[in-house]
């Protein structure tokens, strides 16, 4: 067949706009008016007064419900009967107010109301329940609370409405209520309403089931859904604001200043990470998102603000993983007169009494990891934490003898890392720097031990280039890193304020950007010339927001901690075209 003849051949869906062959387009016209006597087959039986809840919409498919859903919106539109979109609804008092104030003991007696008492309750119905035509049940849901609605028609200002009324209510709206504070005949707080009010129907079906949404990709994706369905994502996200309240008040009690610093510089400084690049069009200048607010803060410092700290976003162009989003909270603050050793008592002080806040008085915490056959690891934060050495750990461990730490700089030491990675297999790719290998050497040998939180200590200068030098041992720097069940969750260390070495340090990052390491860091004259003007003996440590968070919440990934994390695009599911909509 020609390629004319079977371009003749094709037909355009009328609903894609694909170009298919007659017979597929025959069977797509009939799978749709199958779907379309189904929809109204759910229809009439939802209008039939004396079947409220539709007994067919349970069996329709998301798009048909949709369709089903949004029809029976769109006609309250047009007839305003009710709104089903209001401007305002007035709230008398919270779901969770009402709990504190009318769930005392005592206070109303089984199967009866508090007469005389009006209050107006507003939330999200999670679940409905019918018992004959003119008793229904509803689940209220708000702020992490749940109150029932015990709705009667004799309770009703129009006892004759009533079917129709409550005929318009399902699963995921958010209603007004207007009653009066009452008891079930179980004993059941309860809202006895005079009226209810939509004020946001909900379109689409809600997934069943008291455990909510099971599909991770959807629960990352549609992270306001699973807010919806889950208490226990939702318990996350109030222990992170917890977290990040304790950190800023613990560093405002000690006389920090919370400032704000610029997300998009001429250089990518302050870490050791590949930048995302942007574009300024006005300038006709690419610019990089931070990678740290560091040098800025520093800045700071110089300029008189001693204590000094920022909560905020970076950006890092590396992979996704358990424990990797490119984007991230960081928190990090500048101490002047502090060195590491002052940073490591914050440190165990800070963290000890955030989880004593966050755990009722204890210290120890359990933590689950991904893939580890449900066995916990159980971190204990009480004070003092261990304190690993690097080199003689490493040395402890591989059973091998270092350079001295002042020549891990050259060429001789690369050939010695490479070796010793080479035997014990322990994979690093290119560039492999001295800093390179010896990080992936820490993270075979000594990260692993840090289940409990602990610091490694004794880091060589060539991985430290904004860290200040040893003051009793050469080649090494005065630094430190917190783990714990084995991974890195903050950094600090007695600040370089030298100018002259920082510009050689600077120089040397400069030389392994030229062999490919896309996460050196460039020369910054601009801080350069601010240590010219003198920075004082400083203190800087920085921390993770989000790793903490997840080891503190037990959520093995930190897509659970990050609301939005990033995801892989995909195509979204299609919906039918609804009568009346674009």
């Not at 298919?20 to 008016?33: M, N, P, Y």
Request: glycine content about 8%.
């Amino acid at each position: 067949m020609s390629a004319e003849t079977a371009a003749a051949n094709l037909h355009k869906d009328p609903i894609t706009g694909e170009m298919i062959s007659k017979t597929e387009l025959k069977r797509r016209e009939k799978q749709r008016e199958k779907e379309a006597r189904k929809v109204e087959r759910a229809t009439a039986a939802q209008q039939a007064p004396s079947k409220p809840t539709g007994p067919n919409e349970d069996d329709l498919n998301p798009n048909q419900y949709f369709e089903l859903r949004s029809r029976a919106i769109q006609k309250l539109k047009e007839t305003q009967s009710p709104n089903p979109y209001p401007h305002k609804f007035e709230v008398t008092e919270s779901i969770t107010a009402f709990i504190e104030e009318y769930g005392k003991e005592g206070l109303i007696d089984a199967g009866k109301k508090l007469d005389g008492v009006t209050v107006t309750l507003a939330g999200r119905i999670r679940t409905v329940r019918n018992s004959g035509p003119k008793l229904r049940f509803y689940d209220l849901h708000g702020e992490g609370k749940r109150v029932q609605i015990l709705a009667n028609a004799k309770d009703a200002d129009n006892e004759g409405e009533f079917i129709e009324m409550h005929n318009i209510f399902r699963r995921g709206d958010i209603v007004g209520v207007i009653g009066t504070p009452s008891r079930s005949q179980k004993g059941e707080l309860s809202i006895s309403p005079f009226k209810m009010i939509l004020l946001a129907p909900n379109l689409h079906q809600l997934p069943s089931g008291h455990f909510g949404l099971k599909d991770q990709e959807t629960r990352y994706r549609k992270r306001y859904l699973d807010l919806i369905i889950s208490e226990d994502t939702r318990r996350i996200f109030l222990t992170r604001a917890r977290v990040i309240n304790y950190i800023r008040n613990y560093l405002n009690n000690l006389g920090f200043l919370e400032v704000e610093t610029p997300m998009m510089s001429m250089i990518a400084g302050g870490a050791t990470a590949k930048p995302f690049i942007t574009h300024h069009n006005d300038l006709d200048l690419d610019l990089y998102l931070r990678v740290a607010p560091e040098l800025y803060l520093k800045e700071l410092t110089v300029g008189g603000f001693d204590r000094v700290f920022e909560i905020g976003r970076v950006f890092r162009n590396e992979g996704i993983d358990l424990t990797h989003n490119p984007e991230f909270t960081i928190c990090e603050f500048y101490m002047a007169y502090a060195d590491m050793y002052d940073l490591m008592d914050i440190t165990e002080n800070m963290l000890e009494g955030m989880v004593k806040y966050l755990n009722m008085g204890s210290t120890v915490v359990k933590f689950h990891p991904e893939g580890k056959d449900g066995k916990a690891y159980v971190m204990d934060f009480k004070t003092p934490w261990p304190r690993y050495d690097m080199i003689t750990t490493l040395e402890e461990k591989t059973g091998v003898k270092f350079p001295p730490a002042d020549t891990l700089h050259t060429d001789e030491a690369n050939k010695f890392l490479r070796d010793l990675c080479q035997k014990h297999n322990v994979e690093c790719s290119e560039p492999r720097t001295c800093s390179r290998l010896l990080d992936k050497l820490v993270g075979e040998f000594i990260e692993p031990l840090c289940i409990s939180p602990a610091f490694i200590v004794g880091h060589p200068q060539v991985m430290s280039p904004l860290a200040k030098w040893h003051r009793s041992r050469p080649g090494l720097c005065e630094r430190f890193e917190g783990f714990m069940c084995g991974k890195e969750f903050c950094n600090a260390y007695t600040e370089l304020n030298d100018p002259f070495e920082q510009r050689l340090r600077f120089e040397e990052q400069a030389r392994q950007k030229e062999q490919g390491d896309d996460e050196a860091q460039a020369i910054d004259e601009t801080f350069i010339n601010a240590l010219e003007h003198g920075l004082p003996p400083t203190g800087g440590w920085g921390m993770g927001i989000d790793r903490l968070v997840m080891f503190l919440t037990d959520s093995p990934n930190i897509k659970e901690v990050l609301l939005f994390p990033a995801m892989k695009p995909t195509e979204s599911a299609p919906v039918l075209a609804v009568s009346g909509q674009n």
